[in-house]
């Protein structure tokens, strides 16, 4: 009988220690507003477990639970929220429906998911770490503004039928790479599949990844481009699915359940997979197989040596091009310049957005690693890259271009200025460097507008 006991207070202990199944509309108050959301609380989710996010597409509502479905829930013991989205309004409907204010920015939607996980954890103890954030159309487009806005949040993310365009401006400069898979008809012509080469492009530049995917094709079902994680960073999975126009849900992938792969996806990561928190852009130029030209990267042609970055056009290109895009900040260009020593090739970074002007204006030698340091203090921008050369005849070859967020070390090297150089360089001492005469280009550093060189 008391071994019985026993078995009976163990087995209302474990049941106790379960969060009760939990499928209700939750109201709260942010920044003086009532908002809701719809909290489902699986039967085995238990202390520590994870939290998606879910958000609807525009004119969807939160009862929709799209685009992550409960039924994925219940398998993985996650708790799911489907926040609710505010009226506002859609040029594309020519009217004001719920939807998401997909800017990009830490706008009052982005403090309204974070308060709504807060409020998750008012009752629940969830993951800090892994907590995931997906969404169907507008709510796809709200995902990858988190990834800007909130990726110090979200381990990992997943878009369905859902990118930046039109007055939403697709923005990638947020504090670290982020794990990112999408999910796109390619009968979509609302948000048009026919944009999602430039999207991938920008996404994988700023992950770092490997330009040229792994491809698995599943005939009537789906391409699957798998571009592969660079060091310090994360891999972008890309579905482009066969039948499939503009919708929350499909059953082409390889789980036969488009939520049962978000989930797949999100498991892999934790805010504490390792990443280089740094990095910014490495488009991987040398990568054995990739093609520039089809990327939107100018490579060799005539006096250009590199040429990166479109002109904003809102307008006929939806808000979809290519181009650089930074915060505030302090950063350093890096490439390695092979070929003619004895040439030299013009480094230009040129804001394309408010101000426009010309943050980097430098010639350098072909002979090695370059660095140039900048900085941006005027907010977010877009910008254009561009070496020339000063004829087609000068043989050069670029490798290993990125950007980085510049060291404090970097920043804090310089101790005290020395005496104007020929040329009219001005040339300053760095802690722990020796300072080189002004035809050695080995690496060359840019901040505040003057030059240092060092060795």
Request: aromatic share 12%; charged share 20%.
């Amino acid at each position: 009988m008391k071994k019985l006991f026993i078995i009976f207070a163990t087995v209302c202990c474990t049941v106790m220690t379960q969060a009760a199944k939990v499928d209700k509309n939750v109201n709260i108050t942010v920044n003086g507003e009532t908002r809701k959301y719809q909290l489902y609380v699986p039967n085995n989710a238990t202390d520590n477990c994870p939290l998606v996010v879910s958000l609807h597409g525009a004119s969807g509502h939160s009862t929709d639970r799209s685009p992550f479905g409960t039924g994925v829930a219940d398998q993985a013991g996650c708790i799911v929220v489907y926040p609710q989205g505010k009226d506002i309004y859609f040029p594309v409907f020519g009217g004001t429906v719920t939807g998401w204010d997909a800017s990009g920015e830490f706008n009052d939607d982005a403090k309204f998911l974070m308060a709504v996980i807060e409020d998750v954890a008012k009752t629940y103890t969830i993951d800090r770490k892994r907590i995931y954030c997906c969404g169907f159309s507008n709510g796809g487009m709200m995902t990858y503004a988190m990834t800007n806005a909130c990726s110090d949040v979200f381990a990992a993310f997943a878009s369905i039928s859902g990118f930046q365009l039109n007055e939403f401006h697709f923005r990638h400069a947020g504090w670290r790479p982020v794990p990112f898979l999408h999910i796109h008809g390619k009968n979509d012509d609302f948000v048009k599949y026919s944009l999602m080469p430039t999207i991938v492009d920008e996404m994988v530049a700023r992950l770092g990844a490997n330009p040229v995917p792994q491809k698995t094709t599943v005939s009537g079902k789906y391409d699957k481009s798998v571009y592969e994680a660079g060091e310090g960073s994360f891999p972008y999975v890309y579905y482009e699915v066969d039948g499939m126009g503009h919708n929350d849900y499909t059953a082409n992938t390889e789980d036969g359940n488009s939520a049962k792969t978000m989930w797949n996806f999100f498991k892999q990561y934790t805010l504490d997979t390792p990443c280089d928190t740094t990095l910014k852009w490495r488009p991987r130029i040398e990568t054995e197989g990739f093609e520039p030209k089809k990327h939107g990267i100018s490579l060799y042609n005539s006096t250009y040596v590199l040429y990166f970055g479109q002109t904003p056009d809102t307008s006929t290109k939806q808000n979809v091009y290519r181009t650089l895009q930074f915060n505030n900040g302090s950063y350093k260009l890096h490439f390695k310049a092979e070929g003619d020593a004895d040439k030299t090739i013009a480094v230009k970074l040129q804001k394309l957005t408010g101000a426009k002007n010309t943050i980097i204006d430098e010639t350098v030698a072909i002979n090695g690693d370059i660095n140039l340091l900048f900085k941006v203090e005027d907010g977010w921008g877009e910008y254009r890259l561009t070496i020339t050369r000063k004829d087609a005849s000068v043989n050069v070859t670029l490798s290993d271009l990125s950007i980085h967020t510049a060291s404090e070390e970097e920043l804090s090297a310089i101790q005290a200025p020395a005496v104007s150089r020929n040329a009219g360089d001005a040339v300053y001492a760095l802690s722990g460097m020796k300072v080189t005469g002004d035809t050695h280009p080995g690496n060359i550093y840019i901040r505040n507008n003057k030059k240092f060189l060092v060795k």
